[in-house]
């Protein structure tokens, strides 16, 4: 029996400038890629959701890619902590390799299947493949991790040099790969998933003029200004390194918005209690509203407020929300109706097609005022204004929300002036400012 090396895709969909699929393959020979379906997950999930789609198309393509190659993907469907270290066992395998994920319930996973391969003499290796800088590659002197995007921004630039950006030539040992038998890929019905459409994907390519035009574009949403590549960056189908190249030839901004990336991935990494609790622990005492018809109107875009209104639709009916709205409806939430940024968190999970723990926590965090370099609690988005600066001609809220401007099209649930006044007050009893 040949001895196999297992190479384990997770975030990294994709076989050019895979970080650690290349070190698999230069080590040395018989690398046997595998991709597992994860129970733990898909059986949480709805039947139609979409993301798991996204990855089965993609690991269609990723196997026909292998096949290419001469070489086949082994696809499986179960518990990672329990099918690789059968695998190991099953096929006498010494070394595992993968990139590295930094959400707590990965690293949790990825801990477990260490010992087990441990006691099996074989070893498990990840590799930094998903952001351009990890965990403590870009700290403070003293060695603590940044809170402020800025310095931490600065010196994330003044540390990249080339050598971060090169790419892994994959290609040059690609005659490593196990040559062995193909599986066939189990088809979604299998996992209970049935009646899924398909769908097109935001596309897999660098936009290159969007980019260049980034800074002039981003924010209003009715234009196509943004670079769709968030699904992509998300499922690693797109080397960050690559998009990270271009970037920094072409536009500061768009460069700006990926060290944002790192940014989050970094805090959650070092934080991973600020996935359910406020980064300021000051915040969790707030004392937040339930009113579960207001939260249905928010969800499906009925508040009266046509900008949050079409960025829901927009969520609902896509799985993508432009980042302009995103804030906006995010805040509109949290100090508006006052509800727990963790609803809406998790809302949002369950919905956006790129979700990502670190960004999507991130982000809400952000809105409420409890996260690391949040806005001031006091900045309270005016959705009237955000339209009016936005969205002037009502471009983007008439594409999501038709009745706008007739009969049909509801009264605001909450009254802005009243609410501003509530939340400030709100929050104030919980900082204890005055
Ligand atoms: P572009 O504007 O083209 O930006 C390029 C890439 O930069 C994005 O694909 C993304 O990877 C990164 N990026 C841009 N803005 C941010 C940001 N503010 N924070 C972190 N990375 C950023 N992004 C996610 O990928 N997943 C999420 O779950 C997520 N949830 C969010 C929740 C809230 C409340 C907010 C305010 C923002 C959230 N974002 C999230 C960030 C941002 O909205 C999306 O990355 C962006 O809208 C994706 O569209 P795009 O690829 O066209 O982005």
Not at 409 to 428: M, S
């Amino acid at each position: 029996m040949k001895n196999l090396t297992l190479f384990w895709h997770r975030r990294d969909l994709r076989i050019h400038d895979n970080a650690g699929l290349f070190k698999a393959l230069k080590q040395g020979k018989n690398v046997q890629p595998v991709f597992i379906f994860d129970t733990n997950i898909l059986n949480k999930l709805p039947k139609n959701d979409q993301r798991v789609l996204f990855i089965y198309q993609t690991i269609k393509e990723l196997s026909a890619s292998y096949n290419k190659y001469g070489s086949s993907l082994w696809v499986f469907h179960g518990n990672p902590t329990q099918l690789i270290p059968e695998l190991v066992k099953r096929h006498g395998v010494e070394k595992v390799f993968c990139n590295r994920d930094y959400e707590p319930a990965a690293i949790q996973r990825d801990k477990f299947i260490h010992e087990a391969l441990q006691n099996l003499n074989c070893s498990f290796s990840g590799s930094k493949d998903q952001v351009i800088f990890e965990k403590d590659e870009v700290v403070k002197p003293d060695g603590n991790p940044y809170h402020v995007f800025t310095p931490y921004m600065r010196r994330w630039k003044e540390k990249l040099t080339d050598f971060y950006l090169k790419t892994y030539p994959v290609e040059n040992y690609i005659s490593n790969l196990n040559k062995g038998t193909e599986l066939s890929i189990p088809d979604l019905e299998a996992f209970g998933f049935s009646d899924i459409q398909t769908q097109a994907f935001p596309p897999l390519r660098i936009p290159k003029s969007i980019i260049r035009d980034y800074h002039n574009t981003r924010d209003i949403p009715s234009l196509d200004g943004t670079s769709r590549l968030s699904v992509h960056l998300r499922f690693g189908t797109i080397s960050i390194r690559e998009l990270a190249k271009t970037a920094r030839e072409t536009n500061e901004k768009y460069f700006n918005e990926l060290i944002w990336r790192d940014f989050y991935q970094m805090i959650l990494f070092w934080y991973p209690k600020s996935m359910n609790h406020a980064f300021k622990a000051e915040y969790d005492r707030i004392e937040w509203e339930f009113d579960e018809v207001q939260f249905l109107a928010w969800c499906e875009g009925r508040t009266g407020y046509p900008l949050v209104d079409a960025g829901m639709r927009e969520l609902n009916e896509t799985g993508h929300m432009h980042n302009r709205i995103r804030m906006v409806v995010a805040s509109f939430l949290c100090k508006h109706l006052l509800h727990d940024w963790r609803l809406g968190e998790r809302y949002f999970a369950e919905k956006l097609l790129d979700f990502d723990l670190a960004s999507n926590v991130g982000g809400w965090q952000w809105a409420a005022g409890s996260g690391v370099d949040a806005a001031p609690y006091f900045r309270i988005f005016n959705p009237t204004s955000q339209q009016e600066k936005f969205d002037p001609e009502f471009e983007y809220i008439k594409k999501w929300v038709p009745e706008f401007g007739t009969a049909d099209y509801p009264k605001p649930i909450v009254e802005h002036k009243w609410a501003r006044e509530r939340v400030l007050e709100r929050y104030k009893k919980a900082l204890n400012t005055n």
